[in-house]
């Protein structure tokens, strides 16, 4: 008899812990949505000798990369890189990071002005993004909602000067050195 019981109580425990970690698991949903979370344009981070963006330092800070956050940044490169990659760092200026996977660093698209990055997840990080390389094949024009590149913008993303434009687009151009 006693084992019967010991029985019962195990499988109810059982049970109570998967409704529990149901439940507890997922927690409050996020608002993933392109509705919900409109692009913000970055027009921070740098470009090396070498022709090399970076959207911070290796040292930080790193950009907050919270659930459904997306990013426009503007890499001042003046041409299509050819490998854009996110790294995730697990605080603010961390010089610790790991390679990106998954719908948690969506790439959305990149070109001569912007790469383009999702988090579709309800995760919170802290991101680097480098691109390396000059891309040999024509890409399109990045599309769709807040895109405007072409214009220029602060680290903050607003809009600049006319002058800062015309030095913004003598650079990209590789006018000055």
């Known amino acids: 008899m006693r084992r019967n019981t010991w029985g019962r109580a195990a499988v109810v425990v059982a049970l109570a812990a998967l409704a529990l970690t149901g439940s507890a ?56 890189p050819l490998k854009p990659e996110v790294y995730f ?21 990149w070109d001569d002005q912007i790469i383009w990055v999702k988090n579709d997840t309800c995760t919170d990080f802290w991101i680097v993004v480098v691109a390396n390389g000059k891309s040999p094949y024509p890409i399109a024009r990045c599309d769709g909602d807040n895109v405007d590149a072409g214009a220029p913008a602060t680290e903050s993303g607003a809009p600049t000067t006319e002058s800062d434009a015309l030095t913004d687009a003598a650079i990209a151009d590789g006018t000055p050195e």
Do not use: M
């Open 25 to 80: 698991g997922c927690g409050a949903s996020c608002d993933i949505s392109d509705e919900g979370n409109p692009p913000e344009i970055f027009a921070g981070g740098a470009v090396s000798d070498r022709g090399d963006y970076a959207s911070s330092s290796s040292q930080g800070p790193l950009l907050w990369f919270p659930g459904g956050k997306q990013y426009q940044l503007v890499h001042h490169l003046g041409f299509t």
């Open 89 to 109: 760092g697990f605080a603010q200026n961390e010089n610790r990071v790991a390679p990106c996977a998954g719908n948690s660093c969506e790439i959305r698209c």
